[in-house]
């Protein structure tokens, strides 16, 4: 079965300093695809980033990073020079292989709520 | 704004009722997700069609029951409803399901209150 854990329920960071959101994962497979979502207080879920499993190289985009430890089964989120917009829960997500009954589900972790303080 | 859009916004019903929730995947998306969000549960997925058939399914209660339309658009059928099914409900798409890193663009969500 998969499992997405995500061990940290708040975190505090200050503008402009870095934050690594954690996220650990179980799967037999060898083939699968990560993701982080963000979702603000006002519901949405929006995407902000994603690793396949094959990927030799961590995954950015803009000030998102994934912190990809594979034989750790870990893909943590690494947000740099925090903003006040950043506040919101941050869901950890991975796909596994696309058949049968897993087919495209995504399964989630807990999620964890960033607060940034100015 | 992620092009996948849901109606409605927010539904506040009484228990036994029925509900249609409605899903408008982005352009060009075949498959449709269907996600719940609760306290309890965080976030379950439900259902998954692609281009009209159903393709995978999770936790969904029998009371529950959705459709994909041949213009692509999906609704999720809630019946004899509980209080617990007082939730966020979520539509995501994709283009093709079984692509592992294909990205889910979610809609912004129906919040459901049952009283």
């Known amino acids: 079965a998969q499992k997405i854990t995500q061990t940290q329920p708040g975190m505090f960071v200050q503008e402009k300093e870095a934050v690594t959101l954690d996220c650990t994962y179980d799967?037999?497979?060898?083939?699968?695809?990560l993701f982080w979502y963000k979702q603000p207080s006002s519901g949405e879920m929006i995407f902000l980033i994603y690793?396949?499993?094959?990927?030799?190289q961590n995954a950015t985009e803009g000030r998102y990073s994934l912190n990809f430890q594979k034989a750790r089964k870990s893909a943590n989120l690494v947000i740099s020079a925090s903003q006040l917009g950043d506040s919101a829960m941050y869901f950890c997500?991975?796909?596994?292989?696309?058949?049968?009954?897993?087919?495209?589900?995504?399964?989630f972790g807990r999620g964890t709520q960033l607060t940034v303080w100015p | 704004d992620s092009g996948v859009t849901q109606t409605p916004k927010h539904l506040i019903t009484a228990t036994g009722q029925r509900v249609t929730l409605r899903c408008s995947p982005r352009s060009g998306d075949l498959s449709v997700y269907w996600y719940q969000q609760s306290l309890d549960q965080g976030l379950q997925f439900l259902i998954q069609y692609y281009n009209g058939e159903e393709r995978a399914k999770g936790n969904i209660l029998e009371r529950f029951s959705a459709q994909q339309f041949p213009d692509l658009h999906s609704e999720l059928n809630l019946s004899s409803l509980e209080l617990g099914d007082s939730a966020l409900y979520f539509c995501?798409?994709?283009?093709?399901?079984?692509?592992?890193?294909?990205?889910?663009?979610f809609g912004p969500g129906t919040r459901l209150l049952v009283l």
């Open positions: 799967t037999s497979d060898p083939s699968y695809g």
């Open positions: 995501a798409s994709s283009v093709d399901p079984t692509i592992s890193q294909e990205t889910q663009y």
């Open positions: 690793q396949g499993s094959y990927d030799q």
């Open positions: 997500a991975m796909r596994p292989p696309g058949r049968g009954s897993t087919l495209g589900r995504l399964y």
